[in-house]
């Protein structure tokens, strides 16, 4: 029997568990979008000065809520940048006075400021161990980073040598496995304990390695993890799609200025925020699971993280709408999907 396709999606108003403000006028300028489209999100702290103490993330989150359009109904959720350094005191007490939500593990050098990162997780065992006993998720961008690993297999090495080791000697430990973009990790998340959950962008269930030079190098949809080969395009959909609990949407909205991204060494990110709801859309409708998108985009992240679920809703409307070329943001931004037509459009 053929499906009729809805015209209208009113959805459970949604969180988005990974993104990147920046900060200074590059967040004026893109919290708005994030805003717009989300009740609730998880501000990564690898500012230019890491947000590394409950003290730190405090004054981002005031920052945010300053640059705030009036009227907005949104709420940051604060991490701290781990370090080799890290206090676990510092860090349960800011946990326990609502400052900070998770703590967030960069490899050193895996990514945009993570030159601070951790060099070797298990010496921070005390660390994890005190995160452990009072819920505190620790939140895993998960690549090593030796210059003998090829980059396109540093996801699933990272498994094997830290996330699987890890899991195994403290099981109890809430991990978010975040921008997930291999088989192996949704092989490794699907057979992981309830403890263990992962987020997965838009762009790594759009894209495989080819969109990198489709046409030529393109800059704009270079991001850290790089997307994969189709396989693991195709994995992750399933995943997506499954109705699994584990799986819940984190855009990685990462913003840089046109300037930095088309440079002679460009920056990883892309902005997706302003059109992230409609990008997943997109993606559960053509795997013929719409009905799915409300639970990976508005329930599966409350529940594993023990936040209530929002009251207010959205609706996606099917009117196809341009992506412009570029947004201005003091600088010129270049949006996900850029210049292509998605076939949803969100109201708010």
């Not at 990147?20 to 893109?30: E, K, Q, S, T, Y």
């Not at 969109?211 to 393109?218: E, I, N, S, T, W």
Request: aromatic share 8%.
């Amino acid at each position: 029997m053929t499906q009729i396709a809805p015209t209208s999606l009113t959805l459970r108003r949604p969180d988005d568990w990974h993104v990147h403000l920046r900060d200074g006028p590059m967040l004026a300028a893109v919290v708005p979008y994030t805003a717009r489209q989300f009740a609730r999100a998880i501000v990564m702290p690898n500012l230019a000065a890491p947000v590394v103490t409950a003290a730190d993330a405090a004054g981002y989150r005031a920052r945010i809520e300053a640059a705030l359009p009036a009227g907005s109904n949104f709420t940051p959720l604060m991490t701290a940048y781990l370090t080799d350094g890290t206090e676990a005191a510092d860090l349960l007490r800011g946990h326990a006075n609502g400052v900070l939500t998770a703590a967030k593990l960069y490899p050193a050098h895996a990514t945009t400021n993570s030159a601070h990162g951790v060099t070797d997780i298990f010496t921070l065992m005390p660390v994890l161990e005190a995160m452990a006993g009072t819920g505190m998720p620790l939140l895993v961008h998960g690549e090593v980073t030796d210059a003998e690993v090829d980059i396109f297999d540093r996801e699933a090495v990272f498994i094997d040598r830290v996330l699987a080791p890890l899991v195994a000697r403290l099981p109890e430990l809430k991990v978010v496995f975040e921008h997930i973009t291999t088989q192996q990790a949704v092989d490794f998340v699907d057979a992981a304990p309830a403890t263990v959950a992962a987020t997965i962008t838009p762009q790594h269930l759009h894209l495989n390695r080819n969109a990198l030079f489709a046409g030529g190098l393109q800059p704009h949809v270079y991001c850290l993890p790089v997307v994969k080969r189709e396989q693991h395009r195709l994995a992750l959909r399933r995943a997506a799609v499954s109705g699994s609990p584990k799986y819940f949407l984190g855009t990685d909205t990462a913003p840089h200025a046109r300037s930095a991204k088309e440079a002679a060494c460009g920056c990883a990110g892309i902005f997706n925020a302003p059109y992230a709801l409609e990008s997943y859309a997109a993606v559960f409708e053509e795997e013929g699971r719409i009905d799915r998108l409300e639970g990976f985009a508005s329930e599966h992240g409350p529940r594993f993280y023990g936040l209530p679920l929002n009251e207010g809703r959205v609706t996606l409307e099917r009117v196809s709408q341009q992506v412009p070329a570029e947004l201005p943001a003091g600088e010129v931004l270049v949006p996900f999907h850029a210049g292509e037509t998605l076939g949803w459009q969100l109201r708010v």
